[in-house]
């Protein structure tokens, strides 16, 4: 062979070595993107499948009660045979000072649920009912 055809073959050779190193990389850019979407895919999906009492504990941390009241509201009306939303609603009524809604609140999550801790939670909020009901004011 001569020399002439020894600088094409090597020619082409580089070509193809530069072709190969950008099809390299683009193998790699592409299976990143993959990866980013699928994990971004994933991450929204977890978001979306959140338990929405994510966000009345949330709220309730952040001493916002009526978000939390809207939120539970919801979730009462949404599952009415469900003792929890009740038992819920019950709680953050004490919280927010209204003993009568409390009172009742706890009552429907017990009459759903019979437990102890229901039946007690229902006797605290009557006894300081009455306690406060026989005040001076």
Same mark, same amino acid.
């Given at each position: 062979?001569?020399?002439? %055809?020894? @600088? @094409?073959?090597?020619? +082409?050779?580089?070509?193809?070595?530069?072709?190969?190193?950008?099809?390299? !990389?683009? %193998? !790699?850019?592409? &299976?990143?993107?993959?990866?980013?979407?699928?994990? %971004?895919?994933?991450?929204?999906?977890?978001? $979306?499948? /959140?338990?929405?009492? %994510?966000?009345? $504990? /949330?709220?309730?941390?952040?001493?916002? *009660?009526?978000?939390? &009241?809207k939120l539970t509201q919801q979730l009462a009306a949404a599952h009415p045979d469900d003792y929890y939303p009740h038992y819920y609603l019950g709680y953050i009524y004490f919280e927010m000072g209204d003993l009568g809604?409390? +009172?009742? #609140? *706890?009552?429907?999550? *017990? #009459?759903?649920?019979? $437990?102890?801790? &229901?039946?007690?939670?229902?006797?605290?909020? =009557?006894?300081?009912?009455? $306690?406060?009901?026989?005040?001076? =004011?």
């Open positions: 062979m001569d020399n002439d %055809t020894n @600088q @094409q073959i090597l020619q +082409e050779l580089r070509k193809l070595r530069k072709t190969s190193q950008w099809m390299s !990389v683009f %193998t !790699v850019l592409v &299976l990143v993107g993959l990866f980013v979407w699928a994990f %971004t895919l994933v991450r929204s999906r977890q978001a $979306s499948q /959140a338990s929405p009492w %994510t966000d009345v $504990s /949330a709220a309730m941390h952040r001493y916002d *009660y009526q978000t939390a &009241l809604r409390a +009172e009742a #609140e *706890y009552s429907r999550a *017990y #009459e759903l649920w019979p $437990s102890e801790d &229901l039946q007690k939670r229902v006797e605290a909020v =009557k006894k300081r009912r009455a $306690s406060e009901s026989t005040k001076p =004011k």
